[in-house]
């Protein structure tokens, strides 16, 4: 699916020009200020300049030795990958190639929900029964924003955090043993730090206002865990399978082995633990009348926290974290087996530094070292590998990704941010992310699924059409932070600090973006593999601003700059639910695929899960894809990602855009822009219209010459919102807006504006329906912080049939602060009793 959200044209502004991305240099090419995704190429028509407004977010000023597209290989929209990643040149290549392949894995996890919730990152391909809506998983969602964070194009995670903070993934939820009885919302199903996610964030990209913003919801998170927590012990209590952890040595030693042992547990407190610092520090940064106090409690909170984790947790002898069961355990005895969780406490700088002989169980081979590893738990248990091998999901021993990731991020603190010690080292890290690398591997190709065996090169959790990529973990943000150092500061500063082994000499870091700036690193023993000069090499936005001759540790100080948000942008065609309208249909479908996976939200390119539209076999000469929006709707703006799975699908050498107007007519869209001109495989395929069109629907005919079957992985309409308004059409809380056939009814639409604004709303209705306002239409000042309610009288047609639901969209005009156009719209249902 296209993974950007980019300025749309309304209201008559032609659309010309062509994008323009600048082709990566090679390696050893001399590094100086360049613009990888330059700004749009301007032209002109009819005597008149227009700017085709970019499709990804702008790279600016930044360094060009590196050749991207080499390093890309293959990868559909390798264009997003310019425009979004930093990228990485690495001596070890298992290494190299997975980190390339772990972005993948966030684009297809990527899922466009529709206009009001926006981007979420999934963790399955497809929706499981478990799944919040549009099938958001907050296991592992913190993972989702630590990993993604170093993406440039900001929405994505502004989207998703507000999802589990704000939107239907705090909503409420059953409190059932299949969806975790202990609680009724969706953000506490599973164990969940956001608040430290947030911060670690905020530290990469420097958009603190956005952070400070989510206060009261991180708080109200926060204080959810409040019926987990124990005052006799002084923690919170966790069930392991709530912790995303079922079939574990704490559980195995309960009745119920998926759904029992209950415990305190190194997880949840060291979560809390972590949220409540960041909290803290959120607070004291907002620096209101009030927040050092609340501050000061959410420190003491974490203090407590820590005293009593080391009291109850902490095993001397064993020189480990431990579970500590909850029930038929007077005395608070600790299990005997250590678990890799017990790593966790470092990964929030909750552990003291006296604590570290625990990490030498990380290489014991009777501890957690395997060949595959860290295993889950340790090889001296009794619980090791027990039935891990009879099916999914045990966590006794295998190695598994979303563990791994925690103890590698633990281990880069332990060994960046604690004293030095005698325990692990820096070849400790290398050994254990490259053991971690080389399980990302299926029939010689890179993957990730659910669970990889700690001692043979083979996942044993991996079912087809469900752990594909699957999206439960991080790696990128282990080599970026960990291997490469890069440690992300509150203030205008960066440490650099490599964990990559010494004896490497070469590696480098291009144009990773970092408080609005684009940061390069190159390590060049002799200055001879980059051409840069040797040593440690620091640039920042194209310029050089240090050299150093050795992997020493090094905190810079940086510019400041203004950060501009990026436009809101709304896809009209999207429906992730599959239900109602948007509906597509064709004229032949393969049996696999659907009409409706098209625009699912998501733009998948491996074979399965089929997320894709195909007419494979079809005995058609060719064949068309509709898409019904279910009430006129405008159009400016369209993209087609076109499936080619090398074989029997192959991408289209031309196709048709046509819509549909009243009489049910359809015509040729008019004044299109293509770019590119032809289908392109691997290429997001965008339309741009001279003029914008209102249309119930959208029909695609694409053809081969030769013939053969065509497919479609997403198809897209978007438009730029307005993100100062928000619009509703008042409907009763139980239900659709109630209309009564050929009669008029009064409807009320509400539009409140966060800065004053100049609005001209329109209700747009169904054929031979009418919408009249109760006054006469004009541009209208919304003054800040007021309701603007227009009335209208709408009927609906004598014979329509009762219980039917229609769709009626309100559009609000506005500008912004220049030429900037706007359309912001909202869809609501309407029925007959």
């Not at 997003?80 to 972005?103: G, H, K, M, Q, S």
Request: proline share 8%; hydrophobic share 35%; glycine share 8%.
């Amino acid at each position: 699916m296209a993974l950007d959200r980019r300025r749309l044209l309304h209201r008559g502004t032609a659309a010309l020009g062509s994008l323009a991305l600048g082709g990566a240099l090679p390696a050893r090419a001399a590094a100086r200020a360049t613009a990888p995704s330059s700004p749009a190429d301007k032209t002109t028509t009819a005597g008149e300049a227009s700017t085709v407004p970019p499709m990804y977010p702008p790279v600016g000023c930044g360094t060009a030795f590196l050749d991207h597209r080499s390093l890309l290989a293959d990868l559909p929209e390798p264009e997003w990958y310019e425009a979004n990643i930093p990228f990485v040149d690495l001596p070890d290549t298992a290494i190299r190639d997975t980190y390339y392949y772990r972005w993948r894995v966030i684009k297809h996890a990527l899922k466009y929900t529709g206009p009001q919730e926006g981007w979420i990152l999934s963790e399955f391909l497809g929706p499981v029964g478990y799944s919040a809506p549009h099938g958001g998983i907050v296991a592992a969602a913190a993972h989702h924003i630590r990993e993604a964070r170093w993406l440039r194009d900001h929405r994505y995670l502004d989207d998703y955090i507000a999802y589990w903070l704000r939107g239907s993934g705090a909503g409420p939820k059953p409190a059932t043993d299949f969806l975790n009885k202990n609680t009724t919302d969706w953000a506490h199903q599973y164990s969940f730090w956001i608040a430290d996610a947030v911060v670690a964030r905020a530290t990469a990209d420097g958009r603190w206002e956005h952070a400070l913003g989510l206060l009261p919801e991180l708080e109200r998170q926060w204080n959810g865990w409040a019926p987990q927590f124990d005052d006799e012990v002084g923690l919170y209590w966790q069930t392991p399978v709530w912790d995303a952890m079922e079939y574990t040595a704490s559980s195995y030693q309960s009745d119920d082995p998926y759904h029992g042992g209950d415990g305190f547990r190194p997880t949840l407190n060291a979560y809390q633990y972590g949220d409540a610092k960041a909290i803290a520090a959120l607070l004291r940064r907002r620096g209101q009348r009030g927040d050092d106090t609340k501050a000061d409690h959410y420190d003491a909170r974490a203090r407590a926290l820590r005293v009593n984790q080391e009291r109850r947790l902490w095993d001397e002898e064993a020189r480990f974290y431990k579970h500590v069961m909850r029930e038929g355990n007077p005395e608070r005895h600790k299990i005997v087996d250590r678990e890799q969780m017990g790593f966790l406490p470092w990964y929030f700088h909750m552990a003291p530094a006296g604590n570290a002989a625990a990490w030498s169980q990380l290489r014991d081979p009777q501890g957690f070292s395997a060949p595959f590893g860290p295993t889950t738990v340790e090889r001296r248990s009794p619980w090791f590998m027990y039935q891990a091998l009879d099916g999914c999901c045990r966590w006794d021993g295998p190695s598994w990704p979303f563990a791994t990731s925690q103890t590698l991020t633990a281990l880069a603190n332990l060994l960046i941010d604690y004293p030095a010690q005698s325990h692990v080292d820096r070849t400790d890290y290398y050994a254990t992310l490259r053991s971690y690398a080389l399980t990302h591997r299926k029939a010689g190709k890179p993957y990730v699924a659910e669970a990889h065996h700690p001692d043979e090169d083979r996942w044993i959790y991996d079912s087809r059409g469900h752990s594909e990529d699957y999206n439960h973990s991080t790696f990128n943000d282990l080599v970026l932070s960990g291997l490469l150092g890069i440690r992300p500061q509150p203030d205008a500063s960066v440490a650099i600090a490599p964990l990559a082994p010494l004896e490497w000499d070469h590696f480098a870091l291009e144009n990773l973006a970092y408080h609005g700036h684009n940061l390069s690193v190159v390590w060049d023993r002799t200055g001879r593999h980059y051409g840069q000069g040797a040593g440690l090499t620091v640039w920042l936005n194209g310029r050089r601003i240090h050299r150093q001759a050795d992997l020493k540790p090094v905190t810079l100080d940086i510019d400041r700059t203004e950060q501009h948000p990026l436009p809101h942008e709304a896809d009209d065609l999207a429906n992730v639910e599959q239900e109602g309208c948007p509906l597509a249909r064709a004229s032949y479908t393969f049996p696999l695929d659907s009409p409706a996976k098209a625009i699912d939200g998501q733009d998948l390119h491996i074979d399965t899960p089929s997320s894709r539209w195909t007419n494979f076999d079809s005995p058609n000469a060719s064949d068309w894809l509709t898409v019904d929006f279910g009430v006129p709707t405008p159009v400016s703006d369209l993209r087609i990602s076109f499936y080619d799975d090398g074989g029997g699908v192959r991408t289209p050498d031309s196709y048709e855009l046509e819509y549909l107007e009243q009489g049910g007519r359809w015509h040729p869209v008019p004044g299109q822009r293509r770019i590119p001109e032809t289908p392109r495989r691997g290429s997001l395929n965008r339309i741009l219209l001279d003029q914008p069109i209102a249309t119930t629907a959208l029909r695609l005919t694409a053809v081969r010459t030769s013939g053969g079957a065509v497919g479609v992985s997403a198809w897209q309409s978007w438009r730029t919102e307005d993100p100062r308004l928000t619009i509703a059409v008042e409907t009763p809380p139980d239900g659709p807006v109630p209309v009564e056939p050929g009669r008029a009814v009064e409807l009320t639409t509400v539009i409140r504006a966060t800065t004053t604004t100049v609005v001209s709303s329109e209700l747009i209705v169904p054929e031979r329906w009418t919408a009249v306002p109760r006054r006469p239409i004009r541009p209208t000042l919304a003054r800040a912080g007021r309701t603007l309610r227009t009335r209208w009288l709408v009927t609906a047609p004598a014979d329509l049939p009762h219980a039917l639901p229609q769709r009626l969209r309100l559009l609000v005009r506005s500008r912004g602060k220049g030429a900037e156009q706007f359309v912001t719209s909202v869809v609501a249902e309407a029925q007959a009793d």
